[in-house]
């Protein structure tokens, strides 16, 4: 009757027990997900889909959060933990940290950038094979009478020539000082609602010189009777993709992984998803699920 009960005490004393570790167990198995924010703009929402996919594609739970707002709202959330990836232009990142800085080329803004962010953030390599800095386009007529190839050309006839910008409907926000010519000063300078507005200007003659936010893919109309002038990556800020991380959330393997996207993307495939999800509402997860399969990623 003793041992009877002493088993029956131990058998008391060991159901909690084993409850207990069972719970432990599954709480370390369990593991919340990386959050990936996704900003209203199309290419906002591509580029989440593409990292969270990414990221997903080394075992990690993720889920893409729609719906963040500008940048100062991104940095709060990267800050706050709530977010641990978010999608962004290097060059307009850096232009919202530091509003003096005065880097151009892709080297020069990731080194500016890279001392600029907040202490709890870093970025994974930016997509220098993907160029979203604005477009300077002229009219061919123009561009062969005045003699400019390129944006360096037009750099010494600022001064006597009215210029146009407007911003791409589906980018990333531009802030103006990231759109700026470096040494150029137009007579003045006109706003336009929309690309397709800017283009007809252009046409009309009423500017000689169209800013466009984003590559030229994004002018309504195509550039036939036009020209884009060339940039040596000197006088127009870097405007590559880059990966905005909150510092220590990624591991090494991970954070490879989003290094091995950013050296497939290009310009020309970026602008291609970026342009179905806005203009014929495609799925952003399809699109993405189908560029990494074909990367290889």
Known sequence: MVVAAS???VGRLLVPALAVLAVSCGSGEATDPLVVGAQ???QSRVLAEIYAQALARTGAAVRVEPGMGDRAEM?????AGTVAVAADHNGALLAELNIGADAETVKAVTAELNGSLPQDTITADPADGTDFEPRVLVTTATADQRGIGS????AGQCSGLTAGTAAVPGLLDLP???ARISGCEFIATQQFTDPAELRRALVDGRIQVAVLGGPAEFLPGGTDGLT???DSGEAIRAQNPVAVLRKGVLDEQQTEKLNYVAGELTTDELAALVLRVRDEG???AELARNWLDA???
């Open 7 to 9: 088993v029956r005490l």
């Open 40 to 42: 209203q703009p199309a």
């Open 75 to 79: 940095l709060a959330a990267l800050a």
């Open 151 to 154: 944006v360096e050309d037009l």
């Open 176 to 178: 103006a000082v990231a």
């Open 228 to 230: 884009v002038l060339a």
């Open 282 to 284: 495609a799925d952003p």
């Open 295 to 297: 990367h290889g990623l």
